[in-house]
């Protein structure tokens, strides 16, 4: 399985968007700052996440949720 998550920063108006096999190891490194495309926007909160049985599969919806349309998608969920 993989999973597909978006993350909003709790200091910015920021909504990052991506893909892992073990979503608890990748929020601690959004949140450590172990992410350099994050780091200044720390710390995060989840606020979607979506399993998805392939890779393939993920990254469509990675891209899709990274579209315009997507991103309006998430930001109702704020």
Known sequence: MIIVYA????????IYVGMTNDLTRR???HNSGQNRSTKAYKPFELIY???LEDRISARKREKYLKSGVGKEFLKKLK
Do not use: F, M, T, W
Request: zero cysteines.
């Open 7 to 14: 993350i909003l920063s709790q200091v910015k108006d920021y």
């Open 27 to 29: 929020l601690h490194e």
């Open 49 to 51: 996440k979506e399993e």
